[in-house]
């Protein structure tokens, strides 16, 4: 059975950094990428970025690229999202999901399993 | 980037009647284009992808359809268990979602 499992609730200030993190399970890790969506509170769903766990290529919109860092360790099979000089309009619950197959830099499929999402408030 | 607009934003409707959500994609998409369903609390939960297959384990009751700029999710025989807000998203390039749609049970 497909799992993942996110890390728990953040809360940072402005200015501040966060790396989130995705633990997968019951599924060949590298067949799949890994996404990164999230969601204001009260508001629809944003994309963050898309990571290949075959091969590490990323794609993320241009507002975030300068910010976001994503990462996997195949050992663990753990996706990894940093999120960099955080302000409120960060706030917001992060998902990671899994693609329904790889990912490449350029193209990336839809999501058929997501994790429980991470809260990151960001607050002075 | 490709806009992705959804209609209506709400909807309210019986149990048994059939419902139609549609979103129109600011330019041609193909058929990259998914609809989720999210519950209050909770991760979205894929419905349809490529525009029309079924994920699975969904209902039969979900279908989708549509290519290139107009797509549509019809939910046939609306059961009390369908009420949240439902997504469309474009993956076709740097991916979009719609603004979403309230799907309440009278």
């Known amino acids: 059975q497909v799992h993942l499992v996110q890390s728990g609730p953040e809360v940072k200030k402005p200015g501040a950094s966060v790396k989130l993190s995705c633990e997968t399970s019951?599924?060949?890790?590298?067949?799949?990428?890994i996404a990164w969506v999230r969601q204001a509170p009260g508001q629809g769903l944003e994309w963050m970025g898309w990571i290949s766990t075959y091969n590490g290529d990323t794609n993320s919109p241009q507002r975030f690229q300068d910010r976001v860092t994503m990462t996997t360790d195949t050992s663990t099979t753990t996706a990894y999202m940093e999120l960099r000089s955080l302000t409120s309009d960060d706030t917001a619950v992060y998902f990671c999901?899994?693609?329904?197959?790889?990912?490449?830099?350029?193209?990336?499929?839809?999501?058929?399993?997501w994790g429980q999402g991470t809260l990151l408030t960001v607050s002075s | 980037d490709i806009q992705m607009t959804q209609s209506p934003s709400t909807l309210s409707a019986s149990v048994g009647d059939r419902v139609t959500i549609t979103c129109r994609a600011s330019q041609s998409i193909t058929n990259w284009l998914a609809w989720y369903q999210q519950k209050p609390g909770k991760a979205p939960k894929l419905l349809i992808y490529k525009a029309s297959n079924l994920a699975s384990g969904v209902p039969s009751r979900f279908s989708g359809s549509g290519s290139g700029t107009e797509f549509t999710l019809t939910i046939g025989n609306l059961q009390p268990d369908d009420f949240g807000n439902y997504y469309c998203h474009q993956y076709k390039t740097h991916w979009t979602f719609g603004q979403g749609t309230k799907v309440e049970i009278k």
């Open positions: 019951g599924y060949k890790f590298i067949n799949y990428g």
């Open positions: 999901a899994r693609a329904l197959g790889y990912c490449t830099s350029a193209s990336c499929s839809a999501l058929d399993n």
